[in-house]
């Protein structure tokens, strides 16, 4: 692959996040069902089939990727994303709102994994894979930022009304489809494209699960990852009930939990200005910044919580683009959005145990 494509291989991978990430109904999905009349329970039970879905079909959407092709996985991710937004639109009852948050969790799997797999695969084609820690980071720094400018515009979509806040969002999502076909198939393994499918999904699985029971560094990676990444993640999640109780007037917390993700989208870039450093001392910072930023809500003052919620935000990103990094150089290419696929389904399993912990805490 000659230097201009990869270039704008990952020019539209960018796109692709920046512009995918625009989605104001997506961002304030919760929101919008409130507004239509489902019970807290009913909402409850919708985020629980989201990630029970997520948690099914992460792996299994990797193997997918690695198999069929990752460009096409990317392509089927935002056909499911547009067919979501659809049946948001239509429904009228539970059923159709679940069956539609199913269809945005398969979205989420197929993209999931698969985005960092052609990346990293576009760069080592070219022999450029050393510039996998800037698309990593630079990718990150524009996921952060458009989901926290959808979050800002929450209370426009409750404005708008769910129907016309989901049409914007299949409108963003025409657009992000048409990124998604101008990327360009890196194949893995070429070899096995000649297998026949069955083998190679078989093959894919196999050497994946011997890859993780040989290699137990890369599984101590993964949990260190999850279990930082999760307690980062639920405390910026129940912040959005516990700023109002310490004192936050109700008007100001959009923009908190705006300002609160750009410390995710500093995170993300800063840890390229540490490339030299060890992943233990990566891992120990982002440690301490977690530490410190629980502590933060002892001191009941709202402004230094989001303070807090802000450094959250930073380390966790800090560690887990550094993470994503290591790993692919860690891994086969053959395996490649699997293996990827296998951190988010840590993350996905640890979020379940810590829940209900972490909701206790803030209680």
Known sequence: M???KVRKQIRNLYFITAIGSLQIAGASWVALLALRGFSIVQIGILESIFHVVSMCFEIPSGVVADVFGRRKTMIISQYLTLISGTFMILSNSFWTVALAIGLSALSYNFSSGTREALAYDSLKKADRETQYEKFASTEMMLYRISNS???????????????IAYGIDLAVGLVTLIFAYRLTEVPANEKRCEDPILVQLQNCVKDSFAFLRENRKTRGIIFVNALIGSVATLMLFFLQAKLPEVGLKPALLGPALFVMGLGAAFGGKAVSLFTGRKYKSIVMFSITGIIVAVLTLFTGNPYVICAGGFLAA???????VRTDILLNSMIPSEQRATLVSVCSFAFSVVM????PIMGWFFS
């Open 352 to 355: 379940i145990v810590l829940s």
């Open 149 to 163: 400018t959808a979050t800002l515009c929450a209370g426009l979509a409750l404005f708008l009304g769910y129907r």
């Open 314 to 320: 930073f380390s966790d990103d800090f560690l887990e």
């Open 2 to 4: 000659r230097k201009f």
